[in-house]
């Protein structure tokens, strides 16, 4: 399988390193030169639009940052659209809307071309140690035709159903973080109200029934949430917005978990 990768930030660019060095024939293609730049020693080649990219491959990763990012890479006259042949696939590995991956979708089956949505979680370290997680949602042979690819980076890769569900699943996820990272936070916090020095309290809860992801995450500090605030707020404000819009779609209450979330933003100071 020829694969095209584009998207090549601190998780794209170890994913798609991952992909070149199992020996998959790969084109990347990227906005910023200084992105292909680790890729000059590689057998990896370059192509000079997305449209380029798509004509040299059956197999297309997108890791880009966002919903208009996705349209703006797979539209227009030198788009993924305008190069894919029938029979190719877009791997959407960014989180967006499902309704990005489904609006995409009618558009590529009109010329014969599938999409799956395959959003990611674990970061760049996963991404280079080969144990990313992978949410995948699409029809099941698609899946299957890709598996070997997303294997040279993922482990495990859970196929969810049907296209979007693999992004409702990352969505649901990062919402339960925001969540946890609130209630993490407010409780060290609490806890060096009443005289339990912070890191110590990290420790037992690490190590009890209470224990997080998000707890390990924020390091024993109570002003971890401030820390995480610059580096990644924003793109939680992002997710917990399209969960939200989501629910409110389907017609069905975000209840605790939401109001947890949003409580974290609210901490953050990036209100939903």
Same mark, same amino acid.
């Given at each position: ?24 024939? +790969? ?8 992105? *292909?730049?680790?890729?000059? #020693? ?25 919903? #208009? ?20 696939? %877009? ?41 990313? *997680? ?22 495990? %890769?859970?196929?969810?159903?049907? *296209? ?57 500090? +109570?002003?971890?949430? #401030? ?46």
């Amino acid at each position: 399988m020829r694969v095209g990768f584009i998207g090549l930030g601190s998780q794209g660019g170890p994913m798609a390193r991952r992909i070149v060095d199992a020996g998959y024939p +790969t084109t990347l293609w990227a906005r910023r030169p200084a992105s *292909l730049e680790p890729f000059a #020693d590689t057998a990896a080649t370059v192509a000079g639009s997305p449209a380029d990219l798509a004509a040299a491959s059956d197999l297309v990763c997108l890791c880009v940052l966002g919903d #208009d990012d996705v349209e703006e890479v797979a539209g227009g006259d030198t788009g993924l659209l305008a190069g894919l042949q029938p029979g190719s696939v %877009i791997a959407v590995h960014s989180t967006v809307h499902p309704r990005t991956c489904h609006a995409l979708g009618k558009k590529a089956a009109a010329q014969g071309v599938s999409v799956i949505d395959a959003p990611v979680s674990g970061g760049g370290f996963a991404a280079a140690e080969g144990r990313l *997680l992978v949410m995948v949602g699409g029809d099941a042979d698609i899946v299957e035709r890709c598996r070997p690819v997303f294997a040279t980076y993922a482990d495990p %890769i859970v196929h969810l159903g049907d *296209l979007g569900s693999g992004q409702t699943t990352k969505l649901l996820n990062n919402l339960l973080f925001t969540a946890n990272l609130g209630t993490a936070a407010s409780t060290l916090t609490l806890g060096e109200a009443l005289g339990v020095v912070p890191d110590r309290l990290s420790e037992v809860i690490a190590r009890g029934s209470a224990n997080s992801f998000a707890l390990n995450t924020l390091g024993g500090d +109570t002003g971890g949430l #401030d820390r995480l605030a610059g580096l990644a707020g924003a793109l939680l404000q992002k997710d917990v917005r399209l969960i939200a819009d989501l629910a409110k779609s389907a017609g069905v209450p975000g209840g605790a978990v939401l109001d947890a979330a949003d409580a974290t933003l609210a901490l953050m100071e990036h209100l939903r």
